[in-house]
């Protein structure tokens, strides 16, 4: 039970979330390892990120994102409508980027990444540039 708590808290911090910010000549490295971790998010909208980068909505301008989160052993899932399930990805999606670079390095290894719901996405080792 020990280890399983732990891994639960290891995949809380590892969220690298900056959501609809205003960011400018900045680096936003992400360099979390989440190993045998659980992480859930249930309800309608929910967003589980376990190693990943969201920057969605936001305005970047000469931003680099580095997304080199190690993923082993881990479960993430997103359950509701719309809910949205992330496993070592960049999320840029509606954002405004000028001068930028974006770069997913994340290493996945046994991984299982899950959403279950009308209009539900699941995500892993990707980049959301819609």
């Known amino acids: 039970m020990k280890k399983l708590a732990l891994g639960v808290v ?4 590892s969220v690298g979330a900056m959501a609809q910010s205003t960011v400018k000549d900045t680096k936003i490295d992400n360099k979390t390892t989440n190993k045998e971790a659980i992480n859930a998010a249930i309800g309608t909208g929910a967003r589980a990120n376990l190693g990943s980068v969201a920057v969605k909505g936001s305005s970047l301008n000469k931003v680099k994102v580095d997304n080199k989160s190690t993923n082993q052993k ?19 999606a509606n954002s405004q980027v000028e001068k930028s670079a974006i770069s997913n390095d ?11 719901g009308t209009n539900a996405t699941a ?4 980049v959301d540039i819609q």
Do not use: R
């Open 106 to 116: 994340t290493k996945n290894e046994k991984v299982i990444n899950a959403a279950i």
């Open 10 to 13: 290891l995949a809380m911090v």
């Open 74 to 92: 881990v479960i993430n899932a997103a359950i509701g409508t719309g809910a949205t399930a992330n496993t070592g990805s960049v999320n840029i």
């Open 123 to 126: 995500n892993t080792g990707s």
